[in-house]
Each structure stands twice: as structure tokens, then as C-alpha cells.
């Protein structure tokens, strides 16, 4: 996959950022083989999903991007790293014991929000959206179940995968200021307040 031309600007979430001009993808050269390639595949959007089927396709969807306020394009790709990830079994390594295996949860609770929702819950009005999402946090704080298991799991559940998959991305390195992978290069700036030459400070909004 080629990189970002170099006169295009800097893609952020939303068009939302705070360093200007930064763009991660100007440090591809100094990462390796591997991890370039790593990187890179999170820019190709999938054609097809290959874990979320049918209803949950939707569903999943419009949950990721309330979890993270995407409202506007450009939006990271959040289903779609989700899916992948998914589809290829690459959990956190551990699931609670109240919960089965990640996969089987995400379709659990999928189903179980759209019956909150009458069985719609892609195709209901925002705020009701909102709301059914709401419930399920505030359950979480009150330390009680959502259906049929803890609703701090299930928040973590969503929250862990969500987040994750969001902060993978080229995209959201760019709208924070991170530069992307430190290895092979390194860093030798070190101390607080300190730039690398290729490091960008944090611009006034």
C-alpha cells in the first residue's frame, strides 16, 4: 500500500486536531518492514466484514461510533478493526468468568440492545440510541446486571474495544501528536516539555 501523497493534508478524526500540519505517516520511512506493513493495513477499509453478520453489522456500527462520538466524517474505521480483530481471535487474552469467550459476548450483547430497542436499534431515533447505551452505563456505576450478566463487564466489554481500535489508527495518532512506533529510531529527547526535530507542539485551538 502507498502512503499518503505528501501534499495532502493530515487526516484527522472529524477534522478535529491539535498539531497543525503533523501527519505520522511522514515517519514511515523510519520504521521497519514489519511494522510499516502493520500500520498501513489499518488504513485499508475492508471490502467485506468477516465476523459481524447481519443485524449486528448495524447494530455494532452505530454502538462504536456513540462510545466514541463519531459523528462526522472522517471517521476511524472502528467496526471494521473491531471485526478483524475478532475474526482473527486477537483478544485481550482473558475474558470474565461470568462472560463467555469475546465473540460470543459481542454477539450477545448486540442482540440485547436491539431488544432494549424494540429489535431496532440501528434504525431508532438518536436519543433513544443514547439512551439505551446510557442504561447500560449507569447500571455499570450502580454495580448491577444488564440481562444476564454484570453491566460493568459489558461496558468494559465495548469500552476496551472500542478504544483500542480507535487509538490503532494513523488517524487518531495524528489528532493526539503521537508519531507512530519508536522502534528502530528511538527517541533521545528525553525529559518533560522536550521535542524530538521531527516532534510537533500542541497548537491553540
Known amino acids: 500500500m502507498s502512503k499518503r501523497p ?6 484527522t478524526p472529524q477534522r478535529q486536531g491539535r498539531f497543525g500540519s503533523f501527519d ?9 518492514q514489519v511494522t510499516t506493513g502493520v500500520v498501513l493495513e489499518r488504513l485499508a477499509t475492508p471490502a467485506d466484514l468477516a465476523f459481524f453478520r ?9 454502538l462504536l461510533d456513540l462510545l466514541l462520538a463519531q459523528d462526522d466524517e472522517p471517521k476511524v474505521p472502528v467496526l471494521e478493526l473491531v471485526d478483524t480483530r475478532l475474526a482473527r481471535g486477537e483478544t485481550d487474552g482473558w475474558h470474565y468468568s461470568e462472560m463467555p469467550e469475546d465473540g460470543e459476548a459481542w454477539r450477545r450483547t448486540l442482540q440485547w440492545i436491539d431488544e432494549d430497542t424494540d429489535g431496532g436499534f440501528a434504525e431508532a431515533v438518536p436519543d433513544r440510541q443514547r439512551a439505551s447505551i446510557q ?3 449507569d447500571l455499570a456505576e450502580a454495580a448491577k446486571d444488564w440481562h444476564d450478566w454484570p453491566a460493568t463487564q459489558t461496558w ?3 469500552t476496551r474495544y472500542a478504544c ?12 493526539i501528536g503521537f508519531d507512530g512506533p519508536a522502534y528502530p529510531r528511538g527517541y533521545l529527547a528525553l525529559g518533560v516539555g522536550k521535542l524530538e526535530h521531527w516532534e510537533t507542539h500542541e497548537q491553540d485551538t
Do not use: C, I, K
Request: glycine fraction near 4%; proline fraction near 10%; charge should be neutral.
Open 164 to 175: 483500542t481500535a480507535f487509538y490503532s489508527h494513523p488517524w487518531a495518532w495524528n489528532e
Open 6 to 11: 505528501p501534499t495532502t493534508p493530515p487526516t
Open 24 to 32: 505520522v505517516l511522514g515517519q514511515v520511512s523510519y520504521w521497519d
Open 156 to 158: 468494559s466489554l465495548w
Open 54 to 62: 447481519g443485524r449486528e453489522v448495524a447494530t455494532a456500527r452505530v
Open 135 to 137: 442504561r447500560v452505563q
